[in-house]
């Protein structure tokens, strides 16, 4: 996994596997296919720890997340999520709470500095779909499925999704979800606007590069990566900080006190304007944000 052009290396992984497809671009897949990629604690503190190293590579500028086999995430490993409960009720304490404080797979929660796209390859579960809820862009399979299903087990999708999603879907809908815990298709979750398209599915022996749904989101993380780094986290955060606090005026106020100086002082607004005054393509830097 060494890679000269990275100022440090990842932390090692048990759970993703991780690989840079293409120029600053990071691909972490699922990889515990019998389980359907269901998570471990261990496995999220683990990627939580990857993500944060995403944020901090200069050299990375997109990432794209999807799963091994035939599921992206059917959400948290229910027998470990059993063994927790049971040693609660025996007056036993944890090390840590379940989830890093970035929410499942260190992503329902995570606010970051850089975009994370999904690439839906099967069914997304639980944990899987509050992940989605809080991802940048999502493509999807065909035959992709989405559930919060945590209602038929008896305990709450409360890793962040439920706030972020009834402002994706609206309140009727979320309701369905949560309370039903229904399942939906790719075609429902598009309507619904939770996805940026659909693909192709892919045939099971197909190699993780190789399939649609992971060439779409590479072709977004690509295009991502040929902007300016500095404009993609600016403008990244500007969209959340209008989403999470519901002001988009307010969100505008302080995105602009916060954000504006370090864009106009940057090398890549300058490289960006004078390419276009010289009729050229900008050579950008890795952002210093």
């Not at 932390?11 to 691909?27: C, D, E, I, K």
């Not at 390859?121 to 035959?143: P, Q, R, T």
């Not at 072709?219 to 990566?225: G, L, P, Q, R, T």
Request: charged letters at 25%.
């Amino acid at each position: 996994m060494a890679h000269p052009a990275f100022k440090s290396q990842p932390p090692a992984q048990t759970y993703g596997v991780v690989s840079f497809p293409a120029r600053h671009v990071m691909l972490v897949v699922f990889t515990r296919p019998r389980a359907l990629n269901a998570m471990t604690s261990a496995g999220e503190y683990e990627l939580e720890a990857l993500f944060a190293w995403y944020d901090k590579e200069p050299s990375l500028r997109c990432a794209i997340v999807t799963g091994a086999g035939r599921a992206f995430c059917a959400g948290m490993d229910l027998k470990e999520w059993n063994q927790r409960s049971l040693r609660r009720a025996a007056g036993e304490s944890e090390d840590r709470p379940m989830n890093p404080p970035s929410g499942f797979g260190a992503l329902s929660r995570r606010h970051g500095k850089k975009p994370v796209i999904a690439a839906v390859n099967g069914l997304a579960f639980g944990g899987g779909m509050e992940i989605l809820a809080n991802l940048d862009l999502v493509v999807a399979a065909k035959s992709a499925v989405f559930a919060l299903s945590e209602a038929k087990r008896g305990v709450v999708p409360n890793a962040g999704s439920l706030p972020r999603l009834v402002r994706t879907f609206g309140r009727p809908r979320t309701m369905q979800l949560a309370l039903t815990g229904r399942s939906i298709t790719a075609a429902e979750a598009k309507e619904w606007g939770l996805l940026n398209a659909i693909t192709d599915d892919n045939a099971d022996d197909c190699p993780v590069l190789e399939r649609p749904v992971v060439k779409a989101a590479l072709d977004y993380a690509v295009a991502i990566a040929g902007n300016s780094p500095d404009s993609v986290i600016i403008a990244r955060a500007s969209i959340i900080a209008g989403w999470e606090d519901g002001s988009a005026e307010n969100a505008s106020r302080l995105n602009c006190e916060k954000w504006d100086e370090h864009l106009d002082d940057s090398e890549n607004m300058s490289e960006g304007l004078l390419a276009f005054v010289e009729k050229r393509a900008p050579k950008w830097v890795d952002s210093k944000l």
